[in-house]
Structures are given as structure tokens and as C-alpha cells.
């Protein structure tokens, strides 16, 4: 059960650069966040992931990461977009993430619930709802859980053939580079100019991701490897 302990401070360290990432956004666009802040947090993992390095790998296994670095790079974007506006409800929306995959794992893991796991989904949808009634809808927050959830599952697929640190590395650097494209598809321009100015203030927050990242990554690989046991 070291993995719960894991996970539960890997969720402390993700409230806490999230609640830093507001102020950071009265300067730059969500997608001008998310590109520096996920780069960042990727140059963070080099080094760790340097001594899990693995090589070669296969096509299926990239082709998972790649969907796991999409999502991922998605779930930021999504996140930030609602923090920018409304930090409260969005994170009530995004609180939907558990619920999610406990519905999803089943059908695409192939994995049994136990009725306290559902139990305690279906409590934080519930909590979600209820904290809801403090804001708005949240599109972007609803989305972000959408978004986290199939990263979730892909991270799963991908971690059971490359040590988890190693496959952080790879899916936070894809997902900082999808989001380039998105201006080929009507986003705004991408400000070189203010994120070369804002990226040393982005350090505090993509480090404190890089930990929290560490911890959930592990505490994954060994859910995988008690699924597998079993």
C-alpha cells in the first residue's frame, strides 16, 4: 500500500503548483503556460530517467506514450484555461478525474472494480457537484477530467514495458510539443518573446510538478505490477 501513500502527496504537490499557476497566467496564454511548463518539467526528468534509460523500444509502446503525452499535454492546456478563469470550479469539474476512470479502467483495462473503489468515485463525483454550487460550469474542467482520464489509462498500457520515469520523460516532452500545432488550428500565436521572459518563473511550479510526477509515476508502475501479480 506504499503506493496510496504515494499518490496522496504526489495530489498535495499538484494542488500546490496548480493554486502557483494562477498568477503565472496574467501574464501568459494557457498554451504559452503549458508549452514551457511541461518542457520544463521534462528537463526536470532527464536525469532521473537517464538511469531507467531503455533502448530500443517498440512501436506499440511509442505509440501509446505519444497518446499519453497528447492527453497529457490536452489535460494542462484544459487546466490552465479553466484556472485562468475560474480556479474553484474547474478544479471541482476536474475532481471528476477518479470517477472517470473507475468507469473506464473496466471497460478498457479489463480490470474489477471493488464496490469501495466505486464507492469512493462515486463520493468524489458527488463532492465535485456539491463544491460546484460555490461557482459555474466548467467546460475546461470537465474536459481536463476527460483528458486525464485517457492519459491515465494510456500511462497504464505504457508502463507495463518501460520503467516509469524513463516513460514520464518522453510523454511530458510530447506533451509540451502538441501543443505547437494548435495554431494551425486558430489558436493564438505562441509569444516567444514572453516566454523567454517568464520561463525562470515557471521553475518553482515545474519542479514541484517534477516531484509530484515522480511519486504518481512509481506509485503507477506498482499498481501494474500488483494487477499483473494478480
Not at 20 to 46: C, D, G, I, Y
Not at 106 to 134: K, N, Y
Not at 153 to 182: Q, R
Request: hydrophobic fraction near 55%.
Amino acid at each position: 500500500m506504499i503506493w496510496l501513500g504515494m499518490a496522496v502527496v504526489a495530489g498535495f504537490f499538484n494542488a500546490f503548483w496548480t493554486a502557483l499557476s494562477k498568477k503565472l497566467l496574467q501574464h501568459q496564454s494557457p498554451r504559452e503556460f503549458t508549452l514551457v511548463f511541461r518542457a520544463l518539467t521534462a528537463l526536470f526528468l532527464l536525469l532521473p530517467a537517464f538511469f531507467q534509460w531503455t533502448w530500443p523500444n517498440s512501436l506499440k509502446w511509442w505509440g501509446l506514450t505519444f497518446a499519453a503525452g497528447l492527453f497529457e499535454g490536452l489535460r494542462i492546456w484544459m487546466l490552465a484555461r479553466g484556472v485562468q478563469k475560474d480556479y474553484y470550479t474547474t478544479y471541482a469539474f476536474y475532481n471528476l478525474t477518479p470517477f472517470f476512470t473507475v468507469l473506464a479502467a473496466p471497460l478498457v483495462l479489463g480490470e474489477a472494480q471493488t464496490g469501495s473503489l466505486v464507492f469512493g468515485g462515486c463520493l468524489i463525483a458527488l463532492g465535485a457537484f456539491v463544491f460546484h454550487r460555490l461557482g459555474k460550469w466548467s467546460w475546461t474542467g470537465l474536459w481536463g477530467a476527460v483528458f486525464s482520464t485517457a492519459g491515465v489509462i494510456f500511462n497504464k498500457l505504457a508502463l507495463a514495458d518501460a520503467p516509469p520515469l524513463y516513460f514520464a520523460f518522453w510523454s511530458f516532452g510530447i506533451g509540451a510539443l502538441v501543443l505547437i500545432p494548435l495554431e494551425a488550428m486558430g489558436g493564438a500565436k505562441l509569444r516567444v518573446k514572453v516566454m523567454k521572459k517568464e520561463w525562470k518563473k515557471m521553475l518553482p511550479v515545474a519542479f514541484l510538478s517534477f516531484v509530484a510526477s515522480v511519486l504518481f509515476y512509481i506509485a503507477l508502475a506498482q499498481i501494474g505490477r500488483a494487477s499483473c501479480r494478480e
